[in-house]
């Protein structure tokens, strides 16, 4: 496995890879004075790429710069990270290049898109969708028929209360709870959340 990153969400995939028996052979990152982190060795940019049978994960948080990495990887084949101790129900759908952490719960009938991120003990009840480049942050809570538009950032902590949808390049402040629907591109915060900004 390849991964285009060398920070800290890198660290835990490369966790998650190393207890299920893959190896990381390299990491492609634009920081010049990276050379290796944990010994694995940090190969070049993301535009030195050539490999395009050896499985990718773009580990990168941020989820705007996470999609700018993928589309310059068009000729990549990308891989999944799943931590053995997340629970995953039956019929879930999930999508390449996605990460999920540790202490996640993912329960029937959810489907996750492509290079997505489910952090750390979240929980994304039944019937969930998820679109590509979304992030559900540590500790937060999707219940069932939620529905998080692509690019979409769900803080540490937040709760979404059933059947709410949260458009496109959205984000969602940390500890929030989410009772009625968010539009496309805007922020909200607080209990009960309220939208505080639009980002266009």
Known sequence: MLLFGASGHAKVIVD?????GIQVKGFYDEDEAKKELWGIPVVGKTKDFNDPIEECIVSIGKND?????????????????????AIVGSHVEIGEGTVVMAGTVI?????IGEHVIINTAASVDHD????????IAPNSSLCGGVEVGEGTLIGAGATIIPLVKIGKWCTIGAGAVVVE????????????AKIIKTTV
């Open 16 to 20: 998650i890879l190393l207890s299920k």
């Open 65 to 85: 710069t996470r999609k700018k990495v993928v589309k310059q990887l068009a000729e990549a084949e990308f891989g999944t990270a799943i931590h053995d101790r």
């Open 107 to 111: 329960n029937a009938d959810t489907k």
């Open 128 to 135: 969930c969708k998820i679109g590509d480049f979304a992030h």
């Open 181 to 192: 629907d968010v539009p496309d591109n805007s922020i909200a915060v607080g209990n009960p």
